[in-house]
């Protein structure tokens, strides 16, 4: 079983910044890839980025590529999303998972946290 808790999240200005943090329980996360997945009221949830079980394999939605950037720190079990030049219409309800492939689907991925909610104002 795996536990996925984010934060991070909250209300930002258009143009500002945020850091999404997701630590992660059990031992098997340096194995694992993770994902980060965004859903916007009355929209359906969307993949955001993806992490491999190494830091330098990375892809991200055409949306908030060149804005986001996902990193992961194995010795905290924890992965982050970096979020810069934040627009309104990146408002959602952030959500990490953990995957045993390498996916951009919901379906791949097995466990979820609860979500954090990033507003940004115009």
């Known amino acids: 079983q795996v536990q996925l808790v984010e934060s991070g999240g909250g209300l930002v200005q258009a143009g500002g910044s945020l850091r999404l943090s997701c630590a992660t329980s059990?031992?098997?996360?340096?194995?694992?890839?993770m994902g980060w997945f965004r859903q916007a009221p009355g929209k359906e949830r969307e993949f955001v980025a993806r992490?491999?079980?190494?830091?330098?394999?990375?892809s991200y939605a055409h949306s908030v590529e060149g804005r986001f950037t996902i990193s992961r720190d194995n010795a905290k079990n924890t992965v982050y999303l970096q979020m810069n030049s934040l627009k309104p219409e990146d408002t959602a309800v952030y959500y990490c998972?953990?995957?045993?492939?390498?996916?951009?689907?919901?379906?791949?991925?097995?466990?979820w946290g609860q979500g954090t909610q990033v507003t940004v104002s115009s």
């Open positions: 998972a953990a995957s045993r492939r390498w996916g951009a689907s919901l379906t791949d991925y097995d466990y």
């Open positions: 059990g031992r098997t996360f340096s194995s694992r890839a």
């Open positions: 992490i491999g079980w190494t830091p330098d394999t990375t």
